[in-house]
């Protein structure tokens, strides 16, 4: 706490002038000014003879020229000695700072100070000069930009002088300003951009050094020192508050009554008038909370209010207003001020000076004029203030994670971090200091740090000054206690309005300053929240109170999702220009509005019944959801029959370059490890009574879609139903199945069904399809369907900064084009079939797996004797059914006998057998009658032969195979099997329990045939995986021997025991079954569920790890089984690139503290970053850069021929050791033909592309993903006859300059099929505009603004005009061509349409001529106010 108060004592700053508070809020500007050095005799001679030790320094302070005003904080270099004869004076300090006053009479002073010491040793300063610095030239608007140096001219006297009314500006011109001769300082002034990012911590107009310690920045690298020159942010905390209460003494109504009496007693003395004290009222009693850092609130205090505590079970209001009296009848008897609500601080640094500052405030108001009647709006304005009663600071412990902690309040005169004035305190110079520590009152609260999953963990108490320490072992029962806290998961914020309750009908006070309003950069909010506190102070009455309506409100500032979720990006040069991963817009999901439900409900939609034909339980997906797997584990009910119902699309208003609203769509996604699913197409239907677009009312259902193209007479909607059972799920992967939908999220692309063109994206977690014990469960998302597109690559090589770490994304645009209405449920079913093998039990999940009564074949007899139950029964088989080799060369082998396994194998063996038969044949019909006894016998012989020769051989073929199926045999009693549930990426831990079986020490051998399996040598990284599993067997460091590249080692004793670790992990995705996706899936028209054998699961990988003694005999062999399970992907990029190229593209990753899960490291140091790809032919890798540098992941992928699509997978780790993936990514690959076009803005550019047709005449379409911009000719249906060729003509006409892709899909619509696509690159080059205009616009205003504007035909014959214009939403023509004759002046009629939102647009206007070519383009700014 004495770091805090050290740095806001010595930071007080001086507001600018009140006048600059009243004129409009700019943008506030970085500065970085380095005085490097002054030259000349600056000091004059008889301070060096009358001083020794004389020393030199610079102060800096800044100057209003206008109204004489100094401000902010004068600033010092450090010391410098001086030398005789005077010379060079060497600083090179950096000076920063910030400020929105843009004004040229807006400087800073420099003022050359010499100190020293007179004879009698006492310090003596004294002012050799001072310089006028001008921050910002004679324009507006237009900071001093030129970092070269620049000398500042001296002059005689000390910068009071500037005070003088004579002086007028230009100083330096006037008259009575002496220049100093041959003296000058060297300097530097440049913006810097680079501190934007730090403008939190920094109050604006505040003079600091890049050598000062600014509380929230990490300390500089390097030798310079220099910490604002790239700044560096602390990771923040997030702390939250709950059971906050005041006491104030000797009780509240007390305490209130005093209030009211002594503001109607100054409300007399200030020559106001008598004033009715039966008649003011407390509006409302309102609580600012905010962190400071000693220089400044980091973010705009959040301001709740209170209520009583007896109300807090009798209102739930969002303001409190009670009538006080001085002979009130009621006794509230209440002793506390209420938060019924948690407060969540995100902005918390582990630092000393950051510290949690509490503002008491209360809102007064007279409902009665003066005279008792009704008073006017004007009046109660006048009438209506606020004042700060009490306040408090509170400096945590970031150690402790939670604890209840009791501070004094404080009032009266001393400083506060508003600057303002504060109600009295009592007199205490009669009390003890026990006394004095309450008597204002205290603040009594609940403080928690982590995330909200250990909101309910019991506190400890917490130390600190003046802090009292209090166990919360258990909630306090008392009357006057708090209420209790929010349950866990629920988002409390909602029971207590979060101020300012007062509406501007109530204050009636209108704003007195244009910088009162809300902005929105958040660079600004501290000084003018500053400002507006001292303008109150100044002025308590007159329209005090109107600053909180626009200070207060925090829905103007930037997203509030992104205030405190990223980091800032700080100044960053990559090799490609990087896509931010996380900040583009994504799928949002929410429950369906209640007009949205009446629609859907009256569409007559089928219903979703549980097994007894009720209808399943509806539940809102915007409620908290809690879930236990062992409980889902356990249910009775063992089938899940999982449901999806797609429902409706809505349309949301569409920008001027989105593609019109599709006729069919159909969607394509995978559930668990399914095959890919692809619904057919659907048909949007228009309901009559739909609401706008971009109202978030409902307007078009799905509709299945006949073969013939009509609409399907049955029940809308589209349903697909997976039946998740027994029979389909392996042994143990239920628990997996149960994980897999709670913690994964459902993608859905939604597709055109007429062009083929992607429309956009929607994702759903699945959580609320856990059953937990009930029948059925469904739930009902209206899903917001994003498409994201990726620009080319730029020379843009940094995004831009939008406040407190959110980024912009370079080259990627978010649009939300629909709204997706989905249902999906889980129907509970018993299990109807037996499931195999009931007996035996389900394998284990221990991490420890012991080879103890493994045995598979227990040796002995084949039957067991006197039992009923047979076990390892093994049949007699021919040895030629059992080896093909064998049986080929075998001659007499008869093949009835022949499995059919075998068949395929031994098909030369039997063709060689039939041609004996039939030469024996010929032989025998060749002989005749006569030879025929004779061939007998000569048959018989050979026969004998032939048994004889395959005895011989089947004899040898035992001796050569018995050792090795004996040994086979006998393996298995040292055979342990294991099976694992993998997922990509993740690092499944296990151990092995070894023992040697023998009396003789041996060195063991760990040999293992798959590379993803491998031993845990390193004693740490084992230590971690242990520590992560919950594992509690022991440690053992250089437990191996290691020999370069060959198999570990390991020394036994005999009869030892010994735990080997292993790792599992795989990083291949696998191939899925290559099954369609309508084959497994049904509709809502039949019953039969998806195939349990249509399933797509990757085929189980197996390995063997064998123990080899020193022998090279084996004592033990582990036989793994890895089933793969499906995996969480977090995002999703889809890239279209031209095919047989390189696609290389740089990801930046989020800030690491916005990822669920995200390791927490110490302050300053960034978790190290490794990447892996599921591809091998996929270069992916990351560089190591240095602590709060952005990362980013870069990608080389090889594109192939047109239309190959690749898929593969991205896992990112934080931790050294590769364990769990922080973020996985999938990445699509889609290869298109190319065509660059290079063109002009507005301008039509043509080309053509070759058709060739198929086998078959196909009537096809072409489509655009831009119809705007991108014609085609025949613009229809035309026929492609087979094996020919035909010209697509295609016209291109830009709307804006840059470079993107254009997508152009040439699809059969007979089919339905893609019969060609094309990726066209344009490279648009804005045209040269000739003329400019400015035109004011009303927001909202009515139906639009008609103005107009000539043009002169340049040409002496007569022409043809086109016009064209890049904004077609804001602009219209009154007609979009015109005919003027040779050196003609036309009037072109323009129609303005109203915008809902204040800013700045330019519109282009495009004038082609007859062939569409450019002839001149014309400027329009249109403001919007």
């Known amino acids: ?44 001679q008889g301070v060096l003879e009358a001083l020794s030790e004389v020393e030199c320094h610079l102060r800096v302070s800044f100057f209003d020229v206008t109204y004489r005003h100094f401000f902010g904080r004068t600033w010092k270099t450090t010391v410098k000695p001086t030398k005789r004869p005077p010379s060079r004076i060497v600083f090179n300090e950096p000076l920063y700072f910030h400020t929105s006053l843009n004004h040229p009479h807006i400087v800073a002073v420099v003022e050359v100070v010499a100190e020293g010491k007179k004879r009698d040793g006492t310090l003596q300063t004294s002012s ?70 730090a403008f939190h911590l920094l109050p604006e107009n505040l003079l600091v050094s890049g050598l000062q310690q600014i509380p929230g920045l990490l300390p500089a690298h390097g030798e310079s020192g220099d910490a604002l020159r790239k700044p560096r942010l602390q990771k923040p905390i997030t702390g939250h508050l709950d059971d906050l209460f005041f006491t104030l003494y000797p009780s509240l109504e007390k305490f209130e009554e005093e209030l009211l009496e002594l503001h109607v007693q100054d409300h007399f003395q200030e020559g106001c008038g008598p004033l009715d004290g039966g008649g003011l009222e407390i509006l409302e009693r309102r609580l600012r909370v905010g962190v400071h850092n000693g220089l400044g609130f980091v973010q705009r205090p959040q301001v709740v209010v209170l209520v009583p505590e007896m109300d807090v079970a009798l209102t739930r209001s969002a303001s409190f207003s009670r009538k006080v009296v001085s002979s009130s009848k009621t006794s509230s008897g209440s002793q506390a001020l209420v938060l019924r609500s948690r407060l969540r601080l995100p902005e918390m640094v582990g630092h000393p000076a950051f510290a949690v500052v509490f503002q008491l405030e209360y809102v007064f108001s007279s409902p009665a004029g003066v005279d008792g009647n009704a008073a006017s709006v004007t009046s109660l304005s006048n009438l209506a203030c606020m004042h700060m009663v009490r ?125 009162q309003h809300c902005v929105a950069r958040p660079t600004s909010q501290l000084p003018h929240g500053s400002r507006a506190s001292l303008t109150q102070a100044e002025f308590p009455l007159e329209g005090g109170i109107s600053h909180l309506e626009a200070d207060l409100s925090q829905t103007c500032l930037v997203p509030e999702t992104s205030i405190a979720e990223q980091l800032q990006e700080l100044p960053f040069t990559p090799l490609h220009a990087p896509i931010v991963a996380g900040t583009q817009t994504r799928s949002s999901a929410g429950q369906p509005s209640r007009a949205s439900m009446v629609l859907l409900q009256s569409s007559g939609f089928p219903e979703i019944l549980d097994a007894n034909k009720q209808p399943a339980e509806a539940i809102n997906p915007t409620d908290p959801m809690t879930f236990n797997l062992q409980k889902e584990e356990s249910d009775c009910l063992q089938s899940n029959e999982m449901v999806l119902q797609f429902l409706a699309f809505s349309r949301v208003a569409q920008d001027c370059r989105g593609t019109s609203w599709p006729k069919t769509v159909y969607f394509t996604f995978q559930f668990y490890r399914f095959p890919p699913a692809t619904t057919p197409r659907l048909q949007l239907v228009q309901l009559d009574e739909a609401g706008q677009p971009g109202s978030g009312a409902l307007t078009h259902i799905l509709v299945p879609v006949s073969r013939d193209g009509t ?51 929607a994702a759903v977690q699945m959580k609320h399809l856990l059953r937990q014990g009930r029948p059925a469960v469904q739930a009902s998302h209206e899903l917001e369907v994003v498409a994201t597109e990726y620009e080319q690559d730029t020379m843009v090589v ?43 039990l389900p394998p284990t999940r221990s991490r420890v797996i012991s080879n103890d009564g493994a045995s598979r074949f227990s040796g002995g007899s084949l039957l067991t004797s006197g039992s009923s139950r047979r076990k390892h029964v093994v049949q007699a088989q021919k040895l030629a059914d059992v080896d093909s080799e064998l049986a080929a060369m075998l001659l007499t082998h008869a093949r009835q006998g022949t499995g059919p396994r075998d068949v395929g194998r031994e098909s030369d063996a039997t063709r ?34 032939q048994h004889l020769r395959d005895l011989q051989v089947i004899a040898a073929y035992r001796e050569r195979t018995k050792a090795e199926s004996i040994a086979s045999l006998l393996s298995l009693a040292i055979t342990t099997e294991h099976t694992l549930h993998a997922t990509l990426g993740v690092a499944e831990f296990f151990e092995f329990v070894l023992k040697n079986p023998h009396n003789t020490q041996h060195t063991v051998t760990v040999e293992i045939d798959n590379p993803e399996l491998s031993v845990i040598v390193d004693s740490q990284e084992w230590r971690d995986f242990k520590g992560a599993a919950g594992l509690h067997t022991p440690v053992e460091e250089d437990m191996f021997h290691l020999r370069g590249s060959l198999a570990p080692q390991l020394y036994l004793r005999p009869h030892e025991t010994a735990h080997i670790p292993f790792k599992f992990q795989s990083f291949s995705a696998g191939q899925l079954a290559t099954v369609q996706a309508s084959s497994g899936l049904s509709n809502e028209k039949g019953t039969d569920a998806v195939s349990p054998w249509k399933s797509s699961a990757v085929p189980a990988k197996h390995a063997k790890v064998l123990f080899r003694a020193s022998g090279g005999k084996p004592i033990a062999v582990l036989c793994l089984t890895v089933e793969l399970q499906p995996h969480v992907v977090d995002q999703v990029f889809r890239f279209y690139h031209p095919e047989l190229s390189f696609l290389k593209k740089a990801i930046r990753l989020p800030p690491w503290h916005t990822l669920p899960g995200a390791p927490v490291g110490m302050l300053g140091e960034d978790p190290p970053v490794h990447v892996r790809c599921s591809d091998p032919n996929v270069i992916c890798e990351t560089q190591n850069v240095g602590p709060g540098e952005p990362r980013d992941v870069f990608l080389k992928v090889a594109s192939g021929p047109s239309p190959e699509i690749k898929d593969f997978f991205v896992i990112i780790y934080s931790d050294r050791w590769l364990a769990t993936p922080t973020q996985t990514w999938q990445v699509y690959l889609h290869s298109l033909q190319r065509v660059d076009v290079s063109c002009v803005a507005g301008q039509l550019t043509r080309l053509s592309l070759v058709l060739r047709g198929t086998q078959t005449v196909r009537k096809v379409r072409a489509f655009t993903s831009h119809p705007q911009e991108l014609k085609t000719d025949p613009k229809g249906v035309f026929v492609l006859p087979p094996r020919g060729v035909q010209d697509l003509h295609v016209g291109v006409r830009p709307l804006r300059a840059g470079s993107r892709f254009v997508h152009l899909n040439l699809v059969d619509v007979d089919c339905h099929q893609l ?90 206007i495009y004038i082609n001529d007859h062939e569409d070519k450019n002839e001149e383009a014309f400027c329009v700014k249109v403001i919007y106010q």
């Open 1315 to 1404: 019969v060609a696509s094309w990726l066209v690159c344009l490279s648009c080059r804005q045209p040269l505009i000739s003329k400019a205009f400015e035109i004011t616009l009303a927001v909202g205003e009515g139906k639009g603004v008609n103005k107009r504007i000539t043009y002169t035909n340049p040409y002496p014959s007569r022409r043809t005009f086109h016009l064209h214009n890049d904004h077609p939403e804001l602009l219209r023509f009154r007609e979009d061509s015109f005919q003027v004759a040779g050196g003609e002046t036309h009037t072109i009629g323009l129609q303005f349409a109203p915008s809902q939102r204040v800013g700045e647009e330019e519109i282009l």
């Open 711 to 761: 609409f399907d007479a049955g029940s809308p909607g589209f349903q697909l139903r997976y039946m998740v059972g027994p029979g389909f799920l392996k042994p143990g992967e239920r628990r997996c199945f149960a994980h897999y939908l709670a913690v994964q999220t459902l993608q859905i692309d939604v597709w055109d069904g007429d062009s083929l063109l992607l429309i956009g994206s």
């Open 128 to 197: 050799c000069g001072f310089g006028i610095l001008r921050i910002f030239s004679n324009q507006p608007n237009s900071p001093t930009s030129a970092s070269q140096d620049k000398r500042l001219r001296l002059y005689h006297g000390t910068p009071r002088a500037l005070l003088h009314p004579l002086l007028q500006d230009p100083a330096e011109q006037n008259k009575h300003m002496t220049l100093i001769e041959n003296c000058s300082l060297q300097y530097t002034l440049k913006p810097h951009p680079a501190l934007e990012p």
């Open 798 to 840: 940094s995004g831009d900064v939008l406040g407190f770490g959110r980024v912009k994304p370079i080259g990627v645009h978010s649009v939300v084009k629909g709204r997706l209405h989905l249902t999906l449920a889980n129907v509970g079913h018993l299990c109807e079939q037996k499931v195999r093998g009931c007996s035996t």
């Open 912 to 945: 060689r057998r039939k041609l004996e038969r039939m030469k024996s044949v010929r032989l025998q019909e060749a002989g005749g009658e006569l030879g025929r006894r004779g061939t007998s016998v000569l048959a018989q012989q050979s026969v004998r032969t």
């Open 391 to 515: 306040w408090a600071v509170w400096n945590p412990l970031l150690e402790a994670d939670s604890g209840r902690v009791t501070l004094p309040l404080q009032g009266g005169i001393q400083p506060n971090p508003s600057h303002c004035l504060v109600y009295k305190v009592p007199s205490a110079s009669m009390s003890s200091e026990e006394v004095k520590q309450v008597e204002s009152g205290t603040v009594r609260f609940q403080f928690s740090l982590g995330s909200e999953e250990h909101l309910d963990a019991p506190a400890e108490p917490v130390s600190g000054p003046k802090a009292e320490r209090q166990p919360a072992r258990k909630p306090p029962t008392s009357p006057s206690s708090p209420p209790a806290p929010a349950p866990r998961g629920l988002a409390a914020l909602q029971d207590s309005p979060v101020g300012p309750g007062l509406s501007i009908s109530q204050l009636a006070a209108s704003p007195r300053s244009p910088t």
């Open 1 to 44: 706490m004495n770091d805090w108060h050290r740095i806001f004592t010595q930071n007080v700053l001086v507001p600018p002038h009140p006048q600059r508070a009243r004129q409009p809020v700019k943008e506030s500007t970085a500065f970085q000014c380095v005085l490097k050095w002054l030259d000349g005799p600056i000091i004059r």
